[in-house]
């Protein structure tokens, strides 16, 4: 079974709704869960927040927490996840935010790192990738990432 079935069935088992916040995924992470036919059930929507402004405005993130930690960080994701089930009314979500390439990494955080969070209800983890695979291969492992993390929490 795809991991996109998995927590498909896994939402439906326990009636919880998910919902999505990507940035550096660009929407595949929603794709994928749209993918399944009847994902209307759990699946409400998403937002591809790519610029800082629409992680504000749509998702809550402060300003404080863009400023002192950047787009790409453990704060921001855990704040976009928020965001998303906030904005979209949802018991779940997931939320990405990374530097996927060729260019725009520094030294602090290089081309391939991604923070990512996935909420279930009062609770978020998080995790930073690692590792230029390029922006393909960034992407995709991010939304890999993203997917077990989640279907790991609602295990």
Not at 3 to 14: D, V, Y
Not at 128 to 153: D, S
Request: hydrophobic residues 40%; proline residues 3%.
């Amino acid at each position: 079974m795809k991991l996109e079935e998995e927590i498909g069935e896994l939402l439906k088992a326990k009636n919880l709704s998910l919902s999505t916040a990507e940035s550096c995924t660009g929407g595949g992470i929603a794709a994928l869960i749209t993918s399944i036919p009847g994902s209307s059930e759990y699946f409400n929507g998403g937002i591809v927040a790519y610029s800082n402004e629409v992680k504000m405005s749509l998702l809550h993130v402060s300003v404080e927490t863009l400023e002192k930690h950047g787009a790409v960080s453990r704060e921001t994701v855990i704040e976009m996840a928020k965001g998303a089930m906030k904005t979209l009314k949802t018991d779940c979500a997931i939320a990405t935010s990374g530097i996927a390439g060729p260019g725009g990494g520094t030294p602090e955080k290089p081309v391939g790192t991604v923070w990512i969070a996935a909420a279930y209800k009062d609770e978020i983890i998080s995790m930073k990738q690692e590792g230029n695979l390029g922006r393909t291969g960034n992407v995709q492992k991010a939304i890999q990432n993203a997917l077990i993390m989640l279907r790991n929490r609602l295990k």
